[in-house]
């Protein structure tokens, strides 16, 4: 039992029919840098991740795999774990629908809804794609070829008629547009909301939520033959991580309702429509907020397979290094819109902020204080107004921050900090250090200080984005504690302490070769 607030965020599940890319890294970063933020906050932390592993086109690709559905979800599951450690995510659990703690609560709910009645069974007839495991109704259908439909995302239909268990979900419009109204900042951004709501008002048919035409699924309870549709399995992973259905256990207790559900705009239907609806007539809280992001581009380009310039972020990762690939991705475009992936905007920002900005900072104040002060922490005497100001900004840098990341925008956060370690460069440039060695040694003593002061809390200011870069200046200033509470004059540095030789920490990246020149 702890005394801290607690914070549950979770990312979509991902689908095992394919192999990590951007988008799915894009996701999850968001959620590490929210869950490594709240930490350092003070708040008890829970976050999800992991993967889908059911439905027909997990089957399908099982079975073109020349391998059981199981042996295949475990292969592609595994690569997801791996980009979690290569991106250096911090996740609390990685949670598999094709565990038993998850059949067991998703058979739960559904017992309970069948229970209160929101569950009949009838026959479906109507338009499927395989490809986004959804139906459709035919006026959202688009044509293709001569004699093809399409869904409104490209993806082709086939006409699906079988034996099917219903959830009521034409019951839930009015009780889920009062909930989005009552709770403006259900879904972000409002952009979304709006997109949701207009839905929801356009009408709700019922909806399908099992199928018989294949096995590969969390089975109907007592009803031999239905396996679950895939989505009221995969939305349930966030109870089920929660230990539901045991509503007494501490972990339920603690983090449900779940503060953020992170998703691509593509699933914002499925969790600001089908989801709160599922959870009102089980008759349990609502998560507090679905925020919906964009989607990248490359270049200018869409990103798919046939075009073959979907973006690998392990090879990202080896070409610049970790932590240049979590700042660009979350600092170059507002977090919710589209955002282009050009390797040139990439080096420009990279170079701009990091090598040139905190980087410099880091290692021209460091380099100073090695050789002017023997390596150890200067003596800090009268402040001046400048000094003042400057600390002054980098310690009520905090809290517009923390209103930055508590509303998602991310890029608005890390463009205060950068904004502060221009400034300090701004002040070195003025106070001329150098030149105070000979004409004043005391002055280039304390400016040495605020500098290195400002820097320690900038450091940790941006350890939710950067933590090994982070960590590395930290380390350059002898700061072993690096919490939150550590900001202002709680942690203040303390002279004469020996510091480490100073060493660079971002490297300055390359322009591709078609730009260089």
Known sequence: MTNRPSFYITTPIYYVNDVPHIGHAYTTLACDVMARFKRLDGYDVMFLTGTDEHGQKVEKSAEKAGIPPQEFCDKVSERFRELATAMNFSND???????????????????????????YEDKYAGWYSVRDEAFYAESELQDGKPGEKLAPTGAPVEWVEEPSYFFRLSAFGDKLLSYYEANPDFVMPKSRLNEVTSFVKGGLDDLSISRTTFNWGVPVPDVPG?????????????????????????????????????????????HAVYWPAFLMAAGLPLPKRVFAHGWWTNEGQKISKSLGNVIDPFELIDTYGLDA????????????????FSRRSFVLRCNSDLANGLGNLSQRTLSMIAKNCDGFIPECSTLTNDDKELL????????????HINAQAFHHAFESIFAQAAAADTYITVQEPWKLKKTDPERMKTVLYVLAEAIRQLAILVQPIMPESAAKILDQLNVSERGFDQLGGAGRLKAGVELP??????????LPEDDAA
Do not use: C
């Not at 659990?93 to 569950?119: C, D, M, P, S, Y």
């Open 93 to 119: 659990q990685f949670i598999r629908t094709t565990e038993e703690r998850h059949k067991n609560a998703v058979q739960h709910l559904w017992k309970v809804l069948l229970e209160k009645g929101h569950i």
């Open 226 to 270: 239905h396996i679950m549709y895939v989505w009221i399995d995969a939305l349930a992973n966030y109870l089920t991580a929660v230990d539901y259905p045991n509503m007494d256990s501490q972990t339920y207790q603690n983090f449900w309702p779940a503060n953020v559900h992170m998703v691509g705009k593509d699933i914002l239907r499925f």
């Open 325 to 340: 690939v979590r700042y660009f991705m979350l600092r170059e475009v507002p977090f919710g819109n589209d955002g282009d």
């Open 392 to 403: 002054g900004n980098v310690e009520n840098l905090l809290d517009t921050v923390r209103d």
């Open 501 to 510: 030789t100073p060493i660079g920490v971002f490297p300055r990246l390359e």
